[in-house]
């Protein structure tokens, strides 16, 4: 009766004692059945001495029989360890052989065989004998145990890589279901314990080509320069992209107006937007532009197309847009333009995002120093007009104007008129003789 252990170094085959350890085979493989070892860590590993497994929280403190398995799944209760069974005859005097663990008897729970298992590393161990029981032997996969041993470990034995159970497979099972046991549909996918080591499938020493490793550094340095972006006010968001349906064009002649690249762009699609961008001061055109198609395909047959084109006497240079400057509602400071405003949805170059508000019906073309609220108030004439913030203020200045228009009396003055109404007042009063 045999077990095949697919471990994450190789394959290793146990042939168990069946009819001398009939209860500790058992145990064995209806734990193996509902998958307690899968993915099970070998958790102690001492060079030319023994490999131990078995336990799901690999600490060396877990682990329970089946029946103790299949009573806690039913809620009720049953010993964790059974009797362990020691035959004088089965020793470890060969390399593979596979002995159950046996736990010593802790706060009056009585010890004996639970789940964990070991397999020996060497000849010869002596030691060993008449205090674990041996149940099997490895009859193939010898050099997964050597492979096992060589593994490097920490001071408690525990390898820095893990060494994992991937699954058991029963090749033959002579012993019927326990009453109560119920297999599981699949095995586990997550290890059972919270290890932080080298995961089994991980090669701490592998390394990419020099191409994929200079992306990945690519991608770090940009990601941490839009970072830093964002923090000084630059960026709305770190990963803000720009919008995948707008040209950039270059070394356009000054003479170059927004209508007259429009009309030539306008045969690969409908375009949203034209501008070229001006000096704010002078006017002048910057010579570059960005055009804003309907649909990326658009903009795609134009990046195409145009591509060291004559306009105006010069060779321009077609682009996808890498600006976010739309953000801003504008794509420059002209003037002449002004604001635009945003008819369409989206922020950041992305239609499922909104701009945050912090007041309803809030726009970020309004006066920011203000609330933006209207107002609606009648006029002299009877008839209704907006009163906004800066009507408000201008009214507010007539008014003020107009108080100072009017002189106030002097201070000297109204002195002296108290001083005369006294006085006349004294003269008024009849003395007392």
Not at 108 to 120: D, L, N, R, V, Y
């Amino acid at each position: 009766m045999s077990v095949l252990f697919e471990t994450s170094l190789g394959d290793i085959v146990v042939d168990l004692e069946v009819d001398q350890c009939p209860r500790t085979c058992e145990n064995f493989l209806k734990l193996s059945k509902v998958y307690y070892y899968n993915l099970n860590a070998f958790f102690n590993v001492s060079k030319d001495f023994l490999a131990q497994a078995g336990d799901p929280t690999a600490t060396g403190t877990g682990g329970e029989s089946i029946w103790s398995y299949i009573s806690s799944s039913d809620d009720k209760k049953a010993a964790r360890y059974f009797t362990p069974e020691i035959v004088p005859k089965l020793k470890h005097t060969q390399k593979g052989t596979v002995s159950m663990a046996i736990a010593p008897s802790v706060n009056g729970e009585k010890g004996g065989c639970g789940s964990q298992f070991f397999i020996t590393l060497g000849d010869n161990i002596d030691y060993l004998d008449g205090k674990h029981a041996v149940f099997g032997h490895v009859v193939e996969g010898l050099g997964t145990l050597d492979k096992l041993n060589d593994v490097f470990t920490d001071q408690d034995g525990r390898p820095f890589k893990d060494v994992r159970i991937r699954h058991v497979v029963i090749l033959d099972d002579p012993f019927p279901d326990p009453p109560g046991l119920i297999q599981p549909p699949s095995s586990p996918t997550r290890p059972p314990d919270n290890s932080t080591r080298i995961a089994e499938d991980e090669d701490p020493l592998a390394t990419l080509p020099e191409e994929e490793e200079e992306r990945i550094r690519r991608e770090k340095a940009a990601a941490a320069s839009a970072l830093t972006l964002e923090m000084v006010g630059d960026l709305p968001f770190a990963n803000v992209r720009p919008p995948e349906n707008v040209v950039f064009v270059c070394k356009l002649n000054p003479v170059t107006r927004d209508e007259d690249l429009e009309l030539i762009f306008s045969r690969f699609g409908t375009i949203m937007s034209c501008q070229v961008i001006r000096d704010k001061k002078t006017g002048d055109s910057l010579q570059y532009a960005f055009i804003e198609f309907d649909k990326r395909d658009e903009a795609e047959q134009a990046y195409f197309k145009m591509q060291n084109v004559l306009v105006d006497d010069r060779r321009i240079w077609v682009d996808f847009s890498q600006s976010v400057a739309r953000l801003n509602t504008s794509w420059s400071n002209n003037p002449k333009m002004g604001m635009r405003s945003k008819e369409r949805g989206g922020f950041g170059g992305r239609d499922d995002l909104e701009e945050t508000r912090r007041y309803r019906g809030g726009n970020r073309s309004d006066d920011r120093s203000g609330y933006g609220m209207v107002f609606e108030v009648p006029d002299e004439r009877g008839t209704s007009r907006h009163h906004s913030r800066h009507d408000r203020e201008r009214d507010h200045t007539r008014d003020r104007k107009r108080r100072r228009s009017i002189s106030p009396v002097p201070h000297n003055r109204s002195r002296e008129r108290r001083r005369n109404s006294r006085d006349r007042h004294s003269r008024e009063r009849p003395s007392r003789r």
